[in-house]
């Protein structure tokens, strides 16, 4: 699976959309991107994931770029309550149910 | 529905000791995987089963052990505990996976403390 790098942590103001970026360079044709979040102390949490079309659901949205090097994850209105650690995840449909989280981007949203 | 449930919630164990945890699948899912997580190393993968059968291993040492029921609750083992074992152990459990999809549901863990 290819590698991705993160940003260790960034900030946003409640209310404000958070967009965090996610490098993948070496993303090959077969490879979804797919990211988690792990609010502390409790499992990580499915929120998204993309082959190559942006992708929109009730938590956020994806946007992956033309070339497929990297994506940002939005999510539209942080609230307080999405501070987290956020994973983004790059692997094949086909190389079975483990997932590299890697460090993740700890987001913190202020009041 | 029931999420993901896993027991005991906390354990506390001495070195050389062996524990098992317990892991119970979301009903209708068939795929159990185990992460260990610790500061240092974050989330890591151990392994995975399906249809009792193990798919997919990390890279631990042979101490680290699971298996898969019929019911496809799973249960993983550790023996010979080293201090270094103490962690959040994370189960997740999936539908077996259609074309690129892989979403995985994951329990609270079981954080395990080796004195």
């Known amino acids: 699976d290819a590698k991705t790098t993160q940003p260790t942590s960034m900030d946003c103001a409640e209310g404000r959309a958070a967009n965090l970026p996610c490098n993948h360079s070496t993303i090959s044709g077969n490879e979804y991107v797919y990211w988690y979040r792990q609010i502390h102390s409790q499992g990580p949490q499915y929120i998204i994931h993309?082959?190559?079309n942006n992708e929109t659901n009730e938590m956020a949205s994806l946007i992956i770029t033309e070339d497929r090097k990297s994506s940002t994850l939005i999510l539209p209105h942080a609230t307080l309550r999405d501070t987290a650690v956020y994973y983004c995840?790059?692997?094949?449909?086909?190389?079975?149910?483990?997932?590299?989280f890697g460090k993740g981007t700890s987001l913190l949203v202020t009041p | 529905k029931a999420g993901v449930t896993q027991t005991p919630r906390y354990l506390i164990k001495t070195r050389g000791q062996q524990v098992t945890l317990s892991c119970s699948p979301i009903?209708?899912?068939?795929?159990v995987s185990w992460y260990q997580q610790t500061p240092g190393q974050g989330l890591q993968f151990l392994f995975e089963?399906?249809?009792?059968?193990?798919?997919n291993k990390g890279n631990f040492p042979g101490r680290f052990s699971g298996r898969q029921f019929s019911n496809s609750r799973s249960e993983m083992n550790v023996s010979t505990l080293e201090l270094g074992d103490s962690a959040l152990y994370l189960c997740a459990s999936s539908l077996p996976g259609t074309s690129g999809y892989n979403e995985q549901f994951f329990g609270p863990g079981t954080r395990l403390t080796v004195l």
């Open positions: 089963y399906f249809s009792e059968t193990q798919r």
């Open positions: 993309g082959l190559k």
């Open positions: 995840i790059v692997r094949s449909s086909n190389s079975g149910y483990a997932l590299n």
């Open positions: 009903s209708g899912h068939r795929s």
